[in-house]
């Protein structure tokens, strides 16, 4: 039975990432192996894959002579997850519905719970009569524990790439981790933890090479951050969920948190709940975190000539102390992202936007350019002070605001804090974002929630925030727009300079323009039930497709169900009916009406208050 490392392991293994804290027992898996190892309650196990591409599979057994054992059937029914994750659904249970041990960190994302560890019967059906298998190794492992055997072991397994198609099939690929992802767990009670690396070499299961899986137990008594690893893209670096400045203020109203964007972000507040916070919204005040937004500081003296290249709006109209909302375009006239650009002066812009990769995209574009400019991620973060009533709430902070337009930003001092505000929002309603330094965040979010108080302010979450931005016709990545998505199919067409003789995929866009594909519209459903994003659009009483959702909501304003949808240009028409196909598009459909991308105050008099 492989047996515990001596210590000081690191300098022994250099494959590996350095400990996360105090290490109490490490162990190396080889490849095609699996053991066995007792944890006790309040020690953390990390899994860590050494080479990338291998899966491993995990039990946990816990109660009274460890008869308890994990049930990844109880797990997903308690948490509504296929499988744990880091944040507030993260435990795994066992058979009696207790818990068993916690997912703190994830540097993967893509596991598997819906299939046994490997199995002598798989191997032989394939044709590999005696070939290891998990499942047979495990009960080597365990036998000593006075566990018994089992033909296939019902397991979490880690690193392993599943997937669910439309028609119910189960399939797998090469694990998407790298060397040195992991998985950290908390656990709950004293349990026996088993772990595989898995003998799989068959199939792209372990990337037809099977490689060692390393355990490392840390003490109890730590604290380890819940974080889900990222990475945008293929040269970018792993990003591991953080809080925001405003985070630790927030976690004392809420434990409701859930990633975005790379931040813990609220769902909604305790004691209140999402529909208080939206009439807060829609009625008074409510203060949201949008940290989670990019921040690059463009400068030099072809910081214009970048800009007004890449982003869509006409920057010429643009003076200092102004902003524009449009997006970043690509050369075959699709969105790299959408976002403001604040003008400071002609050498001097800040792009806010949703991505990482948006400050890459423009290095590139000015590389190839052959541009004097600099691009900087700033380091700032912001909250969005939002409804009728949040220009007189901060008045009495920052009078300078009273006179502030649409689109302008001020730098101000708020009692000693300096601050960038700027008149815009993602609600439809009036409202301003304060950016500030990381250490000054919870001075600002305190003075801001004791100012709002007798105005009725409340803070807003994730859930709020999006049946506020639906009900406004704005567009979120991922469900409006990616890539491959034109201004004009994405309902901000009117955001194209299309005059601009220098601006990317300005031929692509022109013919766009002409014809797109489809047309962003709003719609407003017949009976309260909700669509949901991908749920097909259909021609009136017909079996064609015209379209399809792309957002949906239930707007408590309007009390009618809406959504935002893409549909071809002949059903665009405001008043057309179309049908939205609820649950597989064929048992329900649901008539709808066409109108604007805005189902609420389309001629933006709220926002321009």
């Not at 976690?251 to 972000?265: A, H, I, M, P, S």
């Not at 006409?314 to 959408?338: F, M």
């Not at 665009?572 to 459909?589: C, F, H, I």
Request: aromatic share 10%; proline share 8%.
């Amino acid at each position: 039975m492989t047996t515990p490392l001596q210590r000081p392991i690191a300098k022994r293994y250099s494959d590996v990432p350095p400990p996360l804290g105090e290490v109490v027992a490490e162990y190396r898996i080889a490849p095609g192996d699996a053991i066995a190892y007792p944890v006790t309650a309040g020690q953390y196990v990390q899994l860590i894959d050494v080479a990338g591409s291998q899966c491993s599979d995990f039990l946990a057994f816990g109660g009274q002579g460890y008869g308890d054992p994990l049930d990844a059937t109880v797990t997903r029914t308690l948490t509504g997850l296929a499988v744990p994750q880091a944040g507030l659904p993260s435990k795994v249970f066992s058979q009696a519905m207790q818990p068993l041990v916690e997912v703190v960190q994830d540097t993967c994302g893509r596991h598997d719970s819906f299939l046994l560890a490997c199995t002598a019967r798989y191997y032989e059906d394939a044709g590999y009569p005696g070939h290891p298998s998990c499942s047979d190794n495990f009960n080597r492992v365990l036998a000593p524990y006075g566990i018994a055997p089992r033909p296939g072991w019902p397991a979490l397994n880690f690193f392993y790439n599943t997937s669910v198609d439309g028609q119910g099939a189960i399939g797998f690929a090469e694990p998407l981790s790298r060397p040195g992802d992991y998985v950290l767990l908390l656990a709950h009670q004293d349990v026996l933890c088993a772990s595989s690396a898995c003998p799989d070499d068959i199939d792209p299961a372990n990337g037809w090479h099977p490689t060692p899986i390393h355990v490392r137990i840390y003490a109890a008594g730590q604290t380890f951050a819940r974080a889900i690893g990222r990475r945008v893209a293929a040269d970018f670096p792993l990003r591991l969920t953080q809080d925001s400045a405003f985070t630790p203020c927030i976690r004392q109203l809420t434990d409701d948190l859930t990633e975005y964007n790379g931040f813990w972000v609220p769902g909604s507040f305790a004691h209140q709940g999402d529909q208080a916070e939206y009439w807060a919204l829609r009625q008074r005040a409510a203060l949201m975190d949008l940290s989670a937004l990019r921040k690059f500081e463009v400068r030099g003296a072809d910081a214009f000539a970048l800009l007004q290249h890449a982003f869509s709006r006409n920057l010429e109209k643009i003076a200092p102390g102004q902003g524009a909302y449009g997006c970043l375009l690509n050369p075959h006239g699709g969105i790299v992202d959408d976002g403001i650009v604040l003008c400071f002066s002609p050498t001097r812009y800040r792009y806010v936007g949703n991505c990482d990769t948006d400050g890459a995209w423009l290095h590139k574009v000015a590389q190839e350019k052959g541009w004097t400019v600099a691009i900087e991620t700033v380091d700032l973060h912001n909250l969005a002070l939002q409804g009728p009533l949040a220009r007189n709430l901060l008045q009495t902070l920052v009078p300078e605001v009273a006179n502030l337009g649409y689109f302008q930003f001020i730098e101000a001092q708020v009692e000693h804090l300096p601050l960038l505000i700027s008149r815009t929002g993602y609600t439809g309603e009036l409202g301003y974002e304060l950016f500030v330094s990381p250490q000054h965040g919870a001075t600002l979010w305190k003075m801001l929630m004791a100012a709002g108080q007798p105005w009725g302010m409340l803070p807003l979450g994730m859930k709020a925030l999006d049946r506020a931005r639906i009900e406004a016709g704005l567009l979120a990545r991922g469900h409006e727009f990616d890539d491959l998505t034109s201004p004009y199919q994405a309902g901000i067409g009117w955001a194209v300079a299309l005059k601009k003789p220098d601006l990317i995929g300005r031929a692509a866009l022109e013919a766009i323009r002409r014809r797109p594909p489809r047309l962003a519209v709003g719609l407003v459903l017949t009976g309260p039930e909700v669509a949901a994003h991908g749920q097909p659009v259909f021609a009136a009483g017909e079996q064609w497709r015209v379209g399809q959702i792309t957002s949906a909501t239930f707007s408590p304003i309007l009390n009618a169900s809406i959504a935002m949808a893409q549909v071809v240009p002949e059903y665009a028409e405001p008043g057309t009916s179309v049908e939205v196909g609820l649950l597989d598009g064929l048992k329900r459909r649901v008539l709808a009406t066409v109108g604007p991308l805005a189902t609420f105050d389309p001629t933006k008099n709220r926002v321009r208050a």
